[in-house]
């Protein structure tokens, strides 16, 4: 019966993670063609799309970020300052919320050193859309999504 029941989770699993890859490359596809429908300004508008969509989009940067280096992002939500002692270095984030706000992801961008913090910086939660090309970084042994020459406009 133990076995019966193991190799049912066992089936289980596998279809939840083999529907997820799908999944995933559904959404890309879906970022896609709505990112080609607009004017061409931007190759992912996250601006313009529903909370679901963006979310999903994000979620997909995080995962599959290969996909999207090079790509120039406009997004919407509310700005975020963290500054990491260990590092002594300050992280700019746009936070995105999920359609029902109770998960929200953090997209980091670089204004440049041009800036300084916290005079050229909006409040923290003010709502703000970043521009920027999707790049990845290491630190550590961490790989972190940035959107670099970034530009920011309050809301």
Do not use: W
Request: net charge negative; glycine share 6%; hydrophobic share 35%.
């Amino acid at each position: 019966m133990k076995k019966l029941a193991f190799a049912a989770v066992l089936c289980l699993c596998t279809a939840i993670f083999g529907g997820c890859g799908s999944s995933a490359e559904s959404a890309d596809s879906s970022s896609s063609a709505v990112s080609e429908v607009k004017k061409g300004e931007f190759d992912y508008d996250l601006s313009t799309m529903s909370s679901t969509m963006v979310f999903s989009t994000v979620s997909n940067m995080m995962i599959s970020p290969e996909s999207y280096i090079g790509k120039s992002i406009k997004v919407t939500g509310n700005f975020n300052a963290y500054h990491d002692e260990t590092t002594d270095k300050t992280y700019f984030a746009v936070l995105i919320a999920d359609a029902t706000a109770c998960c929200q992801q953090g997209l980091e961008f670089d204004l440049g050193s041009s800036f300084s913090y916290p005079d050229d910086y909006p409040p923290q939660n003010a709502l703000i859309t970043v521009t920027g090309t999707f790049d990845t970084y290491n630190e550590g042994e961490a790989r972190y999504c940035i959107l670099k020459n970034a530009t920011l406009k309050r809301e």
